[in-house]
């Protein structure tokens, strides 16, 4: 079984222990949103990898049309990972900017266009247009770090 779908194995185990958490003990805490958004995050962006490498190769992108829905699917509830409290005032550390919950409109609509170019890569992915998904690819990835840029802070530098 290869890393990838290992990895996406993961993350639906985790989802479905954070929901039956959710349902068994009332809504998440702020500490554990963020876990799970972090974790979806990383996820995420081993997708990305994964596409990036596997696309450039001799085999078909029909291939990834599993990582393009589950990059799509992530993508349309990205904006459900960050309620109201899951911000740096919850005192947990994350990279959400304030911004994210100040302009709420701005952020959803960022993540909107995401969630429209990622189905568009799900679509060249299932029809195996492989020039199609690799250009598609880069603009998934522009549409995500112009996101990134607005509502995510960098990483603390190293001490």
């Known amino acids: 079984m290869s890393k990838r779908y290992l ?9 479905a222990a954070g929901l039956a958490q959710a349902q068994s003990a009332g809504a998440p805490s702020a ?20 596409m990036r490498h596997l696309a ?31 911000g740096p005032e919850a005192g947990v550390p994350t990279r959400a900017k304030t911004e994210v919950w100040s302009d709420r409109a701005g952020f959803e ?3 909107a266009a ?5 189905d568009k890569l799900f679509e060249l992915a299932k029809a195996n247009d492989k020039a199609g998904f690799t250009a598609q690819l880069k603009v998934v990835d522009e549409t995500c770090d112009s996101c990134h840029k607005v509502y995510r802070a960098r990483p603390p530098q190293a001490k």
């Open 56 to 86: 450039d190769g001799p085999g078909e992108v029909k291939d990834l049309a599993f990582n393009a829905n589950a990059l799509r699917r992530w993508a349309h509830v990205l904006p459900t990972a960050f309620p109201a409290g899951t």
């Open 7 to 15: 990895l996406i194995a993961a993350a639906c185990v985790l989802g």
């Open 109 to 111: 609509k960022a993540a």
């Open 31 to 50: 500490a554990d949103t963020v876990k799970l958004r972090q974790t979806a995050f990383a996820l995420s962006a081993s997708d990305f990898g994964a």
């Open 114 to 118: 995401y969630a429209t170019e990622a």
